[in-house]
């Protein structure tokens, strides 16, 4: 099977940083896209940032301009940097990826999701 385990949450001032790890880990043959999510009480999930095998990010507008997602292939790792936090930035942030695993010489597909690190932006 596939883990995803983040770390790297806390809380944190308004303005402060945070940098936000998550590791893939299993019989993973292949990743895709990894993504960050985050979902704040009361409220629906939604994409933070995503970034592609390729390394190509996409983010969500509130993110543009503070946040920065990377990631390192050989260690099947996504980052995201967060500069300049806002009170509502504040939630639960959850790492993505799109997994392709060698489950005995078969090739499966799958999204896969972390357990999330809350991340809590005091005022």
């Known amino acids: 099977q596939v883990q995803l385990v983040e770390s790297g949450g806390g809380l944190v001032q308004t303005g402060g940083s945070l940098r936000l790890s998550c590791a893939a880990s299993g019989s993973i043959f292949s990743i895709n896209a990894m993504g960050w999510y985050r979902q704040a009480p009361g409220k629906k999930r939604e994409l933070v940032a995503s970034i592609t095998s390729g390394g190509s990010p996409n983010y969500a507008d509130s993110a543009k301009g503070r946040f920065t997602i990377s990631r390192d292939n050989a260690k099947n790792t996504v980052y995201l940097q967060m500069n300049s936090l806002k009170p509502e930035d504040t939630a639960l942030y959850s790492c993505?990826?799109?997994?392709?695993?060698?489950?005995?010489?078969?090739?499966?597909?799958?999204?896969?999701w972390g357990q999330g690190t809350q991340v809590t932006v005091s005022s």
């Open positions: 993505n990826a799109a997994v392709t695993r060698d489950s005995g010489g078969y090739f499966l597909s799958a999204d896969y």
